[in-house]
């Protein structure tokens, strides 16, 4: 490929693809005002259908198609009935949370099911291409552009001209009026989700046969980009999402035609951050339509918190003091390491999703920012290890603060899209910087850990730094809570209007927390790396950002002790129960189904 | 009207209501003849607008009983509650704002079926709410307040209600179309459609209404004939508040 033509026409087919994912976040969020992050998720689904359609039952192309979308529609029925309906009358961060966990679970069985190896997926049309121009078509690119223009038309009649249609529309722009005219709504929620996850499962099965082969990791990406796509053309807008998906494809397109391929999500990722600044409502709502819903108040699960004497605290702290000093075994102290590193992780989130309510989706990018700082800084330049470490935190504090700066002006769900993104941002800038980060090789031959000239390089010295370093983070964070700065900082989480209208600025309040917090997960994220001593873009992944946020809601948002229970809680009970690596991720995403169900407030409460 | 109270159809008996801890409604009974308009008066946070999501089933009562043409409405969600013949003018109208003043009403025909006669009840709703012809393919959004509150009206009739219930339907309209909007309930009412509204302007309301009751902080204070009411002068003291008043 080389002509424009073709990157234009390559561009417009990723753009139908996506466009089949996007139209239906688009619809769901109308209705439910829910992002779905389960949707790259029914999309991976209808990708290894398809397989099993094509390789094993050997059906012809139509009856594929068919296939696939039945069976991610039934499960899009499921998912609405057992993982969302039960949630209705919870708190609006609760369904945010269920799909991922949803995600988190579809992701695991399939990788259970199909392992973990990608597989080919044949397409099913001769493989011949036809000059257009000055580029060339195939069967399957004109499959995916009827596909995309058939369900575009299918579901403006559906909406324009059924029922159930008009019922959905009505939904979509209020609720309770349309129950009061009669609409089901639990019907209405059926039948996007249904649809949604047939053109999910459609696009999937597309794209596997666009690159003849399907793995376990298409489904973040898919979500990533319907999320980017949906929210370029205004979220809940189903022609916004079409033109918005096409947009994106050929942004990505053209940002590819030349820069190259790695480049490729990064252009999509900087275009939807240049929208949530721009135009967060998107680029086709017009200037009347009301912000984004507040999401406030009712955000985050209301509660009383365990109370804890400080005395048990301290006592814990001891316990966990001496602990290397008795008979336990290097395992007993390398899962602590491990946990205490994601408590400072959590500590941070707590502080920023619970105490002032931004739910970050990104929060790895932290420990990266931390991590390469250090290791680079210890390598290069040959600063001592706990000077680096410290460099690192600092780093992470502002660069975090500023690279989020952008979302401050966002709420509730947007928050969550801006700093997903913001994550991917930072890993993407990591492969592709290549003179500093030395891109996709990574860094190794970090130096291990040390202090003052000392090394710590047995089990029980790093313990000791992990736990003392944590210990004096949650010290810290526990004191500028109980000043009027965590009242401030609850403020603008529980009203920001009211907040603001009591003359708290906003954006000074959300950078004290996130440069606080940056700092938290940088020193994290620098201790990890010289733990681990290779690290790469990889290392520090948005499956993390999702664990740590699994931790502090099972803590319980904003509460300190919480997220370090948490911590503890998620990493050593499968240790203790033994559960093999490639079911963990498995158990996280039922965890967190659980608790949001169960338990919104965490294990101690929200604070 | 004929003096002796007519068979009720909407009863809601010793309802009581509560918002986690705080008890909304206390005890409260209610019940609108057929064929009656009825007014619920009451300041703000009397519980006035809870009362009519408890008959729209849009808030389950703690205990009590709501019950529409002698069936209990307890436990039915709102569009089966819509089936069985009521049908409301939400508070601030609720247009969906983004569809045509024609899909608007012809969304107030969900629950029925009939292309035939839906389109002839919407020639009606025409000549009912003249000003809405010229309006038909415009967005719900951009009309005027009152005339959003003739779309809002139309919209309830399409589902042919035994009964309609409405949440200020005066609120925030030119005094010229709260006469208006007062005429067009009257002229409803003579078609024998039962209203229940909910209102702050007493005076107003009182005019119009056959029996109507005073709801404050979650319990009735008063209750009785509108012309009796009219000229009471609690009327007055308990909106505002009881012995807060001037």
């Known amino acids: 490929m080389s002509s424009w033509l073709d990157y234009t026409i390559n561009g417009l087919i990723v753009g139908n693809v996506y466009a089949l994912v996007a139209v239906g976040l688009a619809l769901i969020f109308g209705v439910s005002r829910l992002i779905n992050f389960a949707q790259g998720s029914i999309y991976l689904v209808g990708a290894y259908i398809g397989w099993v359609a094509v390789v094993q039952l050997h059906t012809p192309l139509p009856l594929t198609i068919i296939f696939v979308a039945m069976v991610a529609a039934l499960v899009g029925l499921i998912i609405e009935r057992f993982g969302l309906r039960p949630l209705q009358n919870s708190v609006r961060i609760a369904p945010l949370l269920a799909t991922i966990g949803i995600s988190f679970v579809l992701d695991q069985l399939v990788m259970l099911t199909f392992s973990p190896n990608p597989r080919a997926l044949p397409s099913q049309l001769p493989d011949v291409r036809f000059q257009v121009g000055g580029g060339t078509i195939g069967p399957l690119d004109l499959l995916i552009a009827g596909v995309g223009i058939s369900s575009a038309l299918l579901l403006f009649v559906f909406l324009r001209y059924s029922k159930l249609g008009w019922a959905v529309r009505a939904a979509s722009q209020d609720r309770d009026a349309a129950m009061q005219m009669g609409v089901d709504v639990n019907r209405v929620n059926q039948a996007v989700f249904g649809i949604a996850a047939a053109l999910g499962g459609v696009s999937g099965l597309l794209v596997g046969m666009y690159y003849n082969q399907i793995d376990t990791a298409m489904s973040l990406q898919a979500t990533l980009k319907g999320v980017v796509a949906e929210v370029v053309g205004g979220a809940g807008n189903v022609p916004g999402a079409v033109v918005g998906s096409l947009l994106l494809g050929l942004v990505e397109s053209y940002g590819v035609a030349v820069f190259g391929t790695s480049y490729r999500n990064l252009f999509a990722f900087l275009l939807l951050v240049v929208v949530l600044v721009l135009r967060p409502n998107g680029l086709f709502a017009s200037a009347r339509q009301a912000p984004p819903e507040p999401l406030t108040g ?310 | 009207m004929t003096t002796g109270a007519p068979e009720p159809l909407l009863a809601l008996s010793n309802v009581n209501t509560f918002y986690g801890q705080a008890q909304v409604h206390f005890d409260l009974s209610i019940t609108v003849g057929r064929g009656h308009i009825v007014c619920l008066l009451g300041g703000n946070a009397s519980g006035k607008s809870t009362t009519m999501k408890i008959i729209l089933g849009l808030v389950k009562p703690r ?85 959003q509150q003739m779309v809002a009206m139309a919209r309830a009739l399409m589902s042919r209600p035994r009964m309609i219930v409405m949440d200020e339907p005066t609120m925030g309209l030119s005094p010229l179309y709260v006469d208006r909007v007062l005429e067009l309930i009257r002229t409803i009412n003579q078609e024998g459609v039962s209203v229940f509204m909910v209102e702050q302007n007493a005076s107003l309301a009182l005019e119009i209404a056959h029996e109507a009751y005073v709801l404050q902080t979650g319990k009735i204070v008063l209750s009785g004939s509108a012309r009796t009411l009219k000229d009471d002068p609690r009327v007055r003291d308990a909106y505002l508040g009881g012995s807060e008043a001037a």
């Open chain 1, 298 to 607: 009712t955000f985050i699960a209301p509660s009383r918190p365990v109370r804890i004497p400080r005395w048990a605290l301290w006592v814990a702290v001891a316990v966990f003091g001496v602990l290397p000093m008795l008979p336990v075994s290097f395992y007993v102290l390398q899962t602590l390491i491990n946990a205490w590193l994601l408590g400072m992780l959590a500590l941070s989130l707590t502080l920023v999703a619970g105490t002032i309510g931004q739910v970050s989706l990104g929060h790895a990018a932290l420990l990266a920012i931390g991590a390469y700082t250090s290791a680079l800084l210890s390598l290069t330049l040959s600063v001592p290890v706990g000077l680096a470490i410290i460099a690192g935190g600092l780093m992470s504090a502002a660069l975090g603060t500023i690279l989020i700066s952008p979302s401050f002006r966002l709420r509730g769900h947007y928050v969550s899209i801006a700093t997903l993104a913001i994550g991917e941002i930072v890993s993407l800038v990591i492969l592709n910087w290549e003179s500093v980060t030395r891109g996709p090789i990574g860094i190794s031959g970090i130096p291990p850990l040390s202090l003052f000239g000392y090394e710590l390089t047995s089990p029980t010295s790093v313990y000791w730094f992990s736990f003392a370093v944590m210990v004096l983070l949650a010290l810290l964070q526990a004191r500028l809570l109980s000043s009027h700065l965590g009242r401030s900082f609850r403020a603008i989480r529980d009203d920001d209007i009211a907040a603001r209208a009591y003359g708290l600025s906003l954006n000074r309040y959300k950078s004290l927390a996130f440069i606080f917090g940056g700092f938290a997960a940088g020193v994290s994220g620098g201790i990890a790396a010289h733990l681990y001593s290779y690290i790469n873009h990889e290392t520090f992944n948005t499956q993390q950002s999702i664990l740590a946020l699994t931790v502090v809601i099972l803590g319980g948002l904003g509460n300190v002790v919480g997220a370090v229970v948490g911590a503890v809680a998620l990493v050593g009970l499968p240790e203790v129960f033994r559960i093999a690596a490639e079911y963990r991720i498995l158990i996280y995403g039922i965890v967190l189904l659980l608790l949001v169900r169960f338990r919104p407030q965490g294990l101690l409460g929200t604070i």
């Open chain 2, 63 to 147: 205990s009590g009983e709501v019950t529409f043409d002698g069936a209990s409405l307890i436990g039915l969600t709102t569009p089966q509650i819509v089936r069985r013949g009521i049908a409301s003018v939400p508070e601030a109208r609720r247009l969906f704002a983004d569809m045509s003043v024609r899909e608007n009403i012809l969304m107030g025909a969900f629950v029925r079926n009939g292309r035939e006669a839906i389109a002839q009840d919407l020639d009606k709703m025409l000549t009912l709410f003249p000003k809405l012809g010229q309006r038909l393919s415009q967005r719900a959004g951009s009309l005027s307040g009152g005339e």
